[in-house]
């Protein structure tokens, strides 16, 4: 019994400890977080759980200015050709990616000091 009860504090405290870290996060490093998901579920071959997060990164694309907007459209087919990819079983294409993508965002967002 005390294993029990030991066990789910540990998860309760854990499942606190996440929740805050989202509800604090800033939108930059929530961007890295649903990438690091996507990496995570697509190396672990789950199809629905990285489309999940794909479809996060495409409703979180700004669409505000000229500028942003040509980016966007730019994420939205490498999103969606990801998307296809899952569909097709291509972990590996999808993979490279993301991977790629969440480097790329490691990087501008360091540049600019929201990282």
Known sequence: MYTTTNTRNRFNRAQNYVTNEVL????EKLIMK???FAIAKCKGKDII???AALNELIYALNYDTKE??????GLLKLYK????????RNYDIVLKILM???E???VALKKIGKL
């Open 49 to 51: 759980k990285t489309n």
């Open 68 to 73: 942003v907007e040509e980016i966007s459209l």
């Open 104 to 106: 790329t965002w490691t």
């Open 100 to 102: 790629e993508l969440r």
């Open 34 to 36: 649903i990438y690091d």
């Open 81 to 88: 050709y990801c998307q296809e990819e899952m569909r097709k």
């Open 24 to 27: 604090e996060a800033s939108p």
